[in-house]
């Protein structure tokens, strides 16, 4: 089954500690981005890959890092979390001209 | 920044009416993708539209992108408890090379009472 997989789904942390969000897919796609979701701002793209070590900053990258070692895997990397980062995070992979996502689950993540 | 508003925010509605939702912007787009989210999953893709007067049709959900490319609409028929979600519009611009760079709407979010 094609799919974008997210790990934790849940998360509740600290301010400080650093946490990674892990993101796999399997229908080898190129591109793939991170988002969060805020209520009345909707979805915002933090990161973005368009291939293996290739990676570029979205809308919203200040305070997180990715990498992109593997096709198949992006994770998103918080190295000092901080109450404003508490949101809804959704991967996301994609292939061909018209950026058609498809989308994980979800992390919710709370920093306290 | 391009700004991508949908209208309305939130609508509720009894099973068996009809609705439409809008999403408007001063930006002229390559292409316009819609997606429902339900609770606690990502969002899916119900449909791109591409060419400017497009209509498509998805058994009772009719997408329309506009003649400049500038706005959609989504026109529910009959609407159905399972029609409730957040509904997300997505406008692509091309900035050349391969791909395409998403600027999603901030969602309607639909309840469909039995």
């Known amino acids: 089954e094609a799919q974008v997989t997210q790990n934790p789904r849940y998360l509740i942390t600290v301010t400080g500690k650093k946490l990674t969000v892990t993101c796999s897919q399997n229908?080898?796609?190129?591109?793939m981005s991170w988002y969060r979701q805020d209520p009345g701002l909707g979805l915002r793209q933090i990161y973005y890959s368009m291939n293996v070590e290739v990676t570029d900053k979205g809308d919203v990258p200040e305070g997180y890092k990715v990498s992109r070692k593997e096709k198949r895997n992006f994770p998103l990397i918080l190295e000092s979390p901080s109450p404003n980062q508490t949101s809804l995070y959704f991967c996301?992979?994609?292939?061909?001209?018209?950026?058609?996502?498809?989308f994980g689950p979800g992390t919710r993540l709370t920093v306290l | 920044t391009q700004l991508l508003e949908q209208s309305p925010q939130f609508l509720s509605i009894q099973e068996g009416e009809n609705l439409t939702v809008y999403c408007n912007s001063s930006s002229v787009f390559s292409s316009l993708q819609w997606y429902r989210q339900e609770p606690g999953e990502g969002p899916v893709l119900l449909v791109t539209v591409v060419t400017g007067g497009e209509v498509k049709k998805l058994k009772r959900l009719t997408f329309q992108f506009g003649d400049a490319r500038k706005d959609s609409s989504l026109h529910i028929t009959a609407a159905q408890p399972g029609d409730t979600g957040l509904y997300l519009c997505a406008g692509a611009l091309h900035y050349g090379g391969a791909t395409n760079k998403l600027i999603f709407g901030t969602g309607t979010l639909l309840a469909v009472q039995p």
């Open positions: 996301a992979s994609s292939s061909g001209y018209y950026n058609e996502q498809f």
């Open positions: 229908m080898n796609h190129e591109y």
